[in-house]
Each structure stands twice: as structure tokens, then as C-alpha cells.
């Protein structure tokens, strides 16, 4: 395999399976083609109602080496990924690629399973989660190695054809027997359906599967009946309790608190909160206290928001409803209250991942933001973030919109405690690279904020408002005292993984990890 | 002079290490941790300068460890050492 | 004497793995490393070798470093064997009844200081725990310069002298009222029981208040989200703060004057007396 040093300094191969490789050249160096990528067109005036998804894989022509997809929208609550691969391996197919948006803890051991057993070969998008992270990078048991991709991304790759899927599975909370559907109704209601629209637009056959059957026409149309081949309903889709949480809290964690006011402190001083601001927070423990600080802020300096987005929770539909946010973008619901908001709120909407993030298109969300608050990993001295593995070189988490959000906002803040137990997380290198220096502001620790060199306008007005602000230098020195530098882990040659940007270029690769949990030391006197 | 087994910590405890050394007629250090690849040596250096401090030369130490700081890895293998060489024998309960 | 604010005082468990590295980073005035209450009896040799080994790599930036040790009578010579160095600044003792503990912990300090080289002097806060201890209290500052604040423990001398807690504390007016009117009269600073209810935060408030107003100085906590509520009301006002700078830079024109004007009022000599003592403590 041949490698290439890419802008950041990483070696990254050239190609892979036949596939040519663009190695990374910069946040934004690269600028698509104005073309448009067209999809096939059939007749569908026939029955589309079909008595299992068995019937479904048989009606659109399953065969051996196909690739299937699916939206993680159900989260560990899905059953649909686990129930459609049990048919598949039972009805003999193998050599499988798995193209779903993202992949849960709850579908590793089927996944294992059936990977051991050769019915998927190969794993696209999104990215792998748990003991299936773990396996896979470890033992490097697929045929090629595994595209983590942006939300954004997903879109760019399925658009222009590079991941072609054969059948587009969509887990629906409601649809109707001619395959509109949406994700705000039924007991498996998980409020947006934005992972799939991609998926039926482009992919060759869409089989919707539903636990909740009504009739024609099923409204909000979310997907529309226009992309859909076959329809099915099942008992149940998932389980309620793991879709979406009865309430999302805020962090209790005093590191995590002060963390999160340090943020807004920054946030104060960039000058960035006035009227007709935007915002995007994800949905973690900091993410969720540092969207009440806002809200609390702008309540007091009468100030109203143009729009947030999100990972969307309680907490950022309060401000709707409190009157300080005109309006929310949602491409994921993580609570009952964000799902009730969107069904019923008229000025809180769900939009596709291509609108969202997707850069090969006329303009996506994401650059309208001004602030984006996000979490990591890990953090390095020339502001490269890493979301994807921990330092033990496991790949074990999605880009989600990352990439996209650190791209799109005026002002990108990584919130992250300066260590996690005994783990540096401001570091000389990053593990992995998922997000590149150039497109972070700000990290924000409990020890200090650093704030990159690019940013002088930010640096002076932190300081003129006394932030504890130091470099990343001394904040990893800092780090390093504590905890010791690490040694990186042990790999193999074997390439696992490929991080791409959100313009498909190889931004980083994943090696396969040789993990160790234990050695002995002996001397003898 | 190592006596008896000593012993330090709980098996079940997060950022926290069970430490337990033992009487043996050389010196090793066994150690148990996730993070074997990336502090593994470092671990067990920070154990031997306990074992210095105090001038033992044998003992067989197991360490089982997760995600703890230095000074409480090593606070951990003085107490468990300081068990073993006799000293905690006094305290009433 | 040195002199710092004392407006709050977090405490960490000394068998706690997971917080103590991270103690310093709130801003809280002192932390407090705990020997006692918070360490079953089974654990107190790991707690103070794990206290020792913080205290040499643990970074707590400006917070002064306090530890609690056990009762002279029980483990506290062991425990300032152990814990004895550089960066220790005071030594919180309990169950103070009288003056014979603090001589013994006074002798001990300098004996260590003199063995380890340390290169100041540690300073002492007692805790008065039971009703001979308050009565004593006037003898137990007098016994060793190193005292720089008396607090009380409200649960226990309530236990000892068979009373009971109540959400308005009346039933610690006098035990609250000697301890700063002592620790005044003798140039120290009176700090404030513990609140231990983590998630309480309006009752913290108000306990501090009422404090605030008998005269303490501060107050000793559990969780570091507390530590701005405290400071808020434990911080003297930029008013008083102007007022007693005024009033410092008049008397230093002439200390031996009679009487002091300021602004055509004669200052009287306890407000004098105040505002020495607050810029003292203000940086």
C-alpha cells in the first residue's frame, strides 16, 4: 500500500480496494464540481404492502454482496438493524456492507456474530461504538477497512456515488401502505427522520418497516412515498425506553460545571451573543449546562436568538418556548420534549443531514452558526480534536457533526476536562485526528483555556475580561505532569479504519490495536 | 522485612488500585490495568520507587489498577507495604 | 501572623481517589483535606500516607492547604507524623476542650518544622466540639500564636450538650456568638460550620447570611459548586472596602492622633479596628 503525508502531517494511503484515495488538504481547499447526481426512475403504482420483511428482501432481488443501510435515529433502543440482519444471515447471503448512519452498543453482539460468520464484509459510514469498536480494531476481521464519516459527509458520499447502497432500510415510527412516513408519531416516536433521506432518495430499493400503521396518508411526510419500493410492519421497531430519555439533566459534576461556565464566560466576551445569534451545543453533560447559561444570559440581556440547532434537548426547546430563540433546526432528538416540540411546534423543524452539513450542495446550516460548543476526546497542541478513538487507539465513536459544526461556526469551543482519570486529553499528537486545528477557536478546561494563535481578536478580549487563558503548550505540560505522557498503542501495519473529511479527503487513518491489559515485571535478586 | 501478605484498596473501586504484595524470594511486580499499553511501564517504575523508598528488594506485588494517579498508585503500595511489613498490626478497632 | 481570606473551606475526604487532585481548581479560599469524620477507622493509615503523597504532587494552585487531622488522644500524632511538610499551611484540630491539646500540637508543629526544615510557620484552627471547650475557649487561642481562626461543630457540641438542630439555629446563638466575639478580640477570624446538604443551595445561602451577620468569616463546605455562593456572601463590599482604605490612609497620617475625622465624623476606634482587619485579609 502506498501512503502520502497529508496537509496535517498524517500518512494516509493513496487507495484502498481499487478506490483512489484524496488525501487531506485543508478545512476548506477543496470545491466540488457544480453537477448533479441523478437517480433512477421507476413505475410505482403497485401494492407496496408486503407480510414480512422477508417478502421485502425477496421482492427487491437481495443477492450476495449488496450494500444495506439504515438511520440510528432508535439509538439503543433500535430492533430494525438486528432483525433484517437475523433474516438476511438466515436466508444464506453473505459478503454484506453495512452502510447505517451510525452503530449502537445494543447491535454489536448481532454484529460480531455475523461478521465472524461472513455475512458483512465490510462497514461504511457512520462509525462503530462498544465492544464492536473494539473487536474490529483489534482483530481487523472485515475486507476492507471501515469510512468514518461526518453527518455531512454520509450525504457528500451517497450523493456522489461512492457509497452505493442496494437497500435503504428505514426504521419508521409511522407510515402509511404507500411508504410516506415520519419519525413524530407512534409508540416508537424517535422525532426526526433526517439520517434517511439521503438513503431513499439514492439508494436502488427503499423498504420502510413500521410498528405503526396508519392510514393513507401518513402526515408529517418526512420521506416520501416517491422513494419508497415496499412497506412492512412489524410488531415493534425498538424500545421506547432507549430511543429517546424520559428528560436529558444537566451535569451535577463540579469539573463539568466549571468547565461549562468558563464556556460561557468565553462566549461573553467574543461578542458574539446578540440579537439574531445561532447556536449549537451537543448533547452531553457540559453541552446541556452550558445551553442554560446561555438561555439564563440572554433571558436577562433581552436578547433573542435567530435559531438553534441540535442534538436537541429539553433544554434548548425551553428557549423556544421561553421567547429568547426564534426558531430550532432539529437533525436529532434526544428527549420526549424535544419530540413533542417538534410535532407540534410550528417553528421548530427537522431537516436532512444534507441540509444540515453537506457541503456539496448550494449551502448547508451548519455555516450560519455562530457558536458551536463540542466535546473530544482528545486535544492537541496545534488544536487538532480527535472524537472518534480514546487514547488506546480503539476506534469507538462517530464524527457525528462535528467536522461539519467546527467548519461551519464563527467561533468553535471544545469543552473537555484537562485529563480523564489517569488519560492526558491535551496532548502532543491526538490519537486520531477527526477534526483539524485550523477550524477549532477555543478548548476550555478546568486548569485553563487555550485559545488558537489564529484567533488574536478572541485571545485579547478573553483577556481584557481576566479568563484563566494559558496556552496549549502549558495546559498539555500541565496535563503531562499529572498524569505522565503515555506511550501511543501498540499497532500492527493494518489499516482498520479511514477518517475522512467532510469533503472526502483522508484526513486520518486507524492502525489495528495489539491491546494489553496486563504484563508481569520480574527480577531476580 | 516482608512478613505477611498486605494488602490495599478494593478490586471494584473506579480511579482507584488494589495493591497486594506478598513475602517472595525475588522481585515481581504483576500488574492488571486498561491502560497496560500506554502506562504499563510507567506503573510499574512508580511501584519499584515505592518498594525503594522502603529498601525491598523481594515482594511479589499484584497491582490491579483503574485509571488512578500516580501519588494514589503509590499511596496505595505504602499502605499495602507498610501493612506487610507489620505496622498496621496496633490499630484498635 | 500571616493574614488570608477564609471566606470558604471545601472539604475532600482523605480516602477520596477521584477529587483530591481536582480540589484546587475551584478557587475555593482553603481546601480541607479531611483525616477524621469522613475516613472509617479502617482506613485512616491509607488516608493519611494518600494525604502525604497529594500533598507533595497535587497542584492547588492558590488555595491554602488544610488538613484535619484526628484527636491528639486518638490518631493525630500519627497523622502529622505522616503529613507534615512544606506545603501544609494549617492544621484544623478537633475535639479542642482545652488548652493542653493545642500547647501539645504547638510543641509537636515546631519539633517537625524543625526536623523537615520547613520553611514557615504552620498555623492552627481549633475545633470547639462540646461545652467545656467553649467555656475554655478564651484559654486555647491564648495557647499558641499559630491560631488563626476558631470554628465550631455545630452537630457535636449540640450532641454533647444534649441539644438538638433547627433549621433557624437558635439553639446556637451563644456557642456561634463567644466564638467570634473571642476570635475578634484576639485578631482571628471566625469560621462557620459546615454545610453539608450538597444539593441545598438556597439554605446554604441563608445559613451563611445569618454568619455573615454574627460576625463570621466564613464558612466550611462540601461541594465545590457552593463555593460562589459563599463568596458571595462572605466577600466584604467594594463599599467597606473604599470606606476602610479611607479610613487606613488617615489614620497612618497620625497614628498617635486623639481622635480620627473622616468626612467630619469622628471614626470610633472599632471601626478603626475593623477596617485594619479587613485589609488585612483582602489581597
Do not use: W
Request: glycine share 6%.
Amino acid at each position: 500500500m502506498e501512503f502520502v503525508e497529508n496537509s496535517i502531517g498524517r500518512l494516509v494511503p493513496t487507495e484502498i480496494d481499487g478506490r483512489k484515495l484524496k488525501p487531506f488538504k485543508g478545512a476548506f481547499a477543496f470545491k466540488p464540481k457544480k453537477r448533479r447526481s441523478a437517480f433512477a426512475l421507476e413505475f410505482a403504482a403497485r401494492e407496496k404492502l408486503l407480510p414480512s420483511i422477508k417478502d421485502a428482501i425477496e421482492a427487491v432481488g437481495f443477492e450476495d454482496g449488496m450494500t444495506i443501510s439504515f438511520h440510528h435515529h432508535l439509538r439503543e433502543g433500535d430492533y430494525v438493524l438486528n432483525m433484517v440482519l437475523d433474516i438476511i444471515a438466515k436466508m444464506g447471503f453473505k459478503d454484506i456492507t453495512l452502510a447505517a448512519s451510525s452503530l449502537f452498543n445494543s447491535q454489536s453482539e448481532h454484529l460480531i456474530k455475523y461478521i465472524k460468520e461472513g455475512v458483512i464484509t465490510a462497514i461504511e459510514g457512520g462509525s462503530l461504538r462498544g465492544k464492536l469498536g473494539a473487536y474490529v480494531t483489534t482483530k481487523n476481521p472485515l475486507k476492507k477497512p471501515v469510512f468514518v464519516r461526518s453527518h455531512g459527509d454520509r450525504v457528500r458520499a451517497i450523493k456522489t456515488g461512492e457509497v452505493k447502497i442496494d437497500v435503504a432500510f428505514i426504521a419508521a415510527p409511522t407510515a402509511d401502505e404507500y411508504g410516506n412516513c415520519n419519525g413524530v408519531e407512534g409508540k416508537s416516536a424517535c422525532g426526526p427522520l433526517t439520517y434517511s433521506h439521503v438513503d431513499a432518495h439514492y439508494a436502488d430499493n427503499t423498504v420502510v418497516i413500521t410498528d405503526n400503521l396508519v392510514p393513507y396518508p401518513a402526515t408529517p411526510i418526512t420521506i416520501s412515498q416517491e422513494y419508497v419500493d415496499y412497506v412492512v410492519k412489524v410488531d415493534s421497531i425498538g424500545d421506547p425506553a432507549k430511543i429517546v430519555s424520559e428528560s436529558t439533566v444537566i451535569t451535577k459534576d463540579p469539573v463539568s460545571l466549571l468547565i461549562a461556565k468558563r464556556a460561557m464566560k468565553l462566549i461573553e466576551s467574543s461578542g458574539l451573543l446578540k440579537d439574531g445569534f445561532t447556536f449549537q451545543a451537543g448533547a452531553g453533560g457540559i453541552s446541556l449546562a452550558v445551553t442554560k447559561y446561555i438561555h439564563d444570559y440572554i433571558k436577562k440581556e433581552n436578547i433573542v436568538g435567530n435559531f438553534g440547532m441540535g442534538g436537541t434537548t429539553k433544554y434548548l426547546v425551553k428557549m423556544l418556548e421561553d421567547g429568547v430563540m426564534r426558531k430550532i433546526l432539529t437533525v436529532q432528538a434526544f428527549d420526549l420534549y424535544c419530540i413533542k416540540s417538534l410535532k407540534e411546534d410550528y417553528r421548530h423543524t427537522e431537516i436532512s443531514t444534507s441540509l444540515y452539513a453537506n457541503i456539496f450542495s448550494k449551502g448547508c446550516a451548519v455555516n450560519k452558526l455562530d457558536i458551536v460548543v463540542l466535546g473530544a476526546t482528545e486535544v492537541d497542541t496545534k488544536f487538532n480534536v480527535n472524537v472518534n478513538t480514546h487514547s488506546d487507539g480503539l476506534l469507538l465513536h462517530p464524527t457525528g457533526g462535528h467536522q461539519d459544526t467546527a467548519a461551519g461556526a464563527k467561533l468553535t469551543i471544545i469543552t473537555a476536562p484537562l485529563k480523564r482519570g489517569r488519560i492526558p486529553v491535551i496532548v502532543e499528537d491526538v490519537t486520531t485526528v477527526t477534526t483539524p486545528g485550523e477550524t477549532v477557536d477555543a478548548v476550555v478546561t478546568e486548569r485553563g483555556i487555550a485559545i488558537n494563535p489564529r484567533r488574536n481578536d478572541l485571545l485579547e478580549a478573553a483577556k481584557r475580561k481576566k479568563l484563566p487563558v494559558k496556552t496549549i503548550e502549558e495546559l498539555k505540560n500541565e496535563a503531562y505532569k499529572i498524569c505522565g505522557k503515555p506511550n501511543p498503542p501498540k499497532t500492527t501495519e493494518e489499516i482498520i479504519g479511514l477518517i475522512e473529511y467532510r469533503d472526502g479527503t483522508i484526513i486520518d487513518v486507524v492502525r489495528q490495536v495489539k491491546k494489553n491489559t496486563s504484563g508481569i515485571f520480574e527480577k531476580i535478586i | 522485612m516482608i512478613k505477611k501478605i498486605g494488602e490495599s484498596g478494593d478490586v471494584k473501586s473506579k480511579n482507584d488500585v488494589y495493591v497486594k504484595i506478598e513475602p517472595s524470594d525475588k522481585l515481581v511486580i504483576k500488574v492488571e490495568t486498561p491502560l497496560f499499553d500506554l502506562f504499563g511501564e510507567k506503573i510499574t517504575e512508580e511501584v519499584k520507587e515505592v518498594l525503594d523508598e522502603f529498601n525491598i528488594k523481594k515482594a511479589f506485588v499484584t497491582v490491579i489498577e483503574k485509571n488512578a494517579l500516580d501519588f494514589v498508585l503509590q499511596a496505595r503500595v505504602e499502605d499495602a507495604l507498610r501493612n506487610a511489613l507489620g505496622e498496621r498490626d496496633e490499630v484498635q478497632t | 501572623m500571616k493574614f488570608r481570606l477564609r471566606r470558604s473551606g471545601l472539604y475532600v475526604s482523605g480516602t477520596d481517589t477521584k477529587k483530591m487532585v481536582d480540589c484546587g481548581v475551584y478557587g475555593a479560599d482553603s481546601v480541607v483535606l479531611d483525616l477524621e469524620t469522613s475516613v472509617p477507622t479502617s482506613q485512616k493509615s491509607f488516608a493519611r500516607i494518600l494525604v502525604k503523597r497529594a500533598l507533595k504532587k497535587v497542584n492547588f494552585y492558590d488555595s491554602e492547604v488544610t488538613v484535619r487531622i484526628n484527636p491528639i488522644e486518638t490518631f493525630g500524632e500519627e497523622d502529622l507524623h505522616e503529613i507534615v511538610q512544606n506545603k501544609l499551611n494549617v492544621v484544623m484540630i478537633p475535639e479542642v476542650s482545652n488548652n493542653k491539646t493545642i500547647k501539645r500540637l504547638d510543641s509537636l508543629l515546631s519539633d517537625l518544622e524543625d526536623e523537615r526544615s520547613i520553611t514557615h510557620k504552620i498555623s492552627i484552627i481549633p475545633l470547639i466540639e462540646d461545652a467545656i471547650g467553649l467555656l475554655s475557649v478564651e484559654k486555647i487561642v491564648e495557647a499558641s500564636e499559630r491560631i488563626v481562626a476558631l470554628t465550631l461543630d455545630a452537630d457535636d457540641y449540640l450532641l454533647s450538650i444534649s441539644g438538638s438542630r433547627t433549621k433557624n439555629e437558635g439553639e446556637l446563638i451563644y456557642a456561634k456568638s463567644k466564638i467570634v466575639s473571642v476570635a475578634k478580640a484576639y485578631g482571628c477570624q471566625a469560621i462557620d460550620s459546615v454545610f453539608l446538604d450538597e444539593n441545598d443551595d438556597e439554605g446554604l445561602y441563608k445559613e451563611s447570611l445569618a454568619a455573615k451577620r454574627m460576625g463570621f468569616d466564613g464558612k466550611r463546605i462540601v461541594n465545590p459548586n457552593h463555593i460562589e455562593i459563599v463568596h458571595r456572601v462572605f466577600t466584604p463590599s467594594l463599599e467597606s472596602i473604599e470606606r476602610a482604605k479611607r479610613i487606613m490612609s488617615e489614620y497612618k497620617k497620625n497614628p498617635d492622633r486623639k481622635y480620627l475625622f473622616l468626612d467630619g465624623e469622628i471614626v470610633r476606634k472599632a471601626e478603626i479596628e475593623s477596617a485594619k482587619r479587613l485589609l488585612r485579609g483582602v489581597f
